[in-house]
């Protein structure tokens, strides 16, 4: 069984910073990409930031500049910078990876940490 948990989330003010934690624990051989989400009230899920296991990274354009999504491959974790932060960034966030077992790959979720940004 494969988990994903986040930490690091909160109430900050608009123009602070956070940053999220997640780490992977499970009996697995490897992960492939891993990924923030978020979803805020009344809205779909939306890809925040992925990083993939060579290290490339994508971004949605609303956070670019702004949020730095990083990885420690030994560790199984994934971070995720936010500075600046605006009222807009207001969701919960969620941990998504590809994991890779002997020969088949499945796809977890975390149970997401909230992010409030007070303007």
């Known amino acids: 069984q494969v988990q994903l948990v986040e930490s690091g989330g909160g109430l900050v003010q608009a123009g602070e910073s956070l940053r999220l934690s997640c780490a992977a624990s499970g009996s697995f051989s490897s992960i492939n990409a891993m990924a923030w989400y978020r979803q805020a009230p009344g809205k779909q899920r939306e890809v925040v930031a992925r990083?993939?296991?060579?290290?490339?990274?994508d971004y949605a354009d609303s956070v670019k500049g702004r949020f730095t999504i990083s990885r420690d491959y030994a560790k199984n974790t994934v971070s995720l910078q936010m500075n600046s932060l605006k009222p807009e960034d207001t969701a919960v966030y969620y941990c998504n990876a590809d994991v890779v077992f002997n020969w088949w790959s499945n796809n977890y979720w975390g149970q997401g940490t909230q992010v409030t940004v007070s303007s």
């Open positions: 990083i993939t296991s060579g290290g490339s990274t």
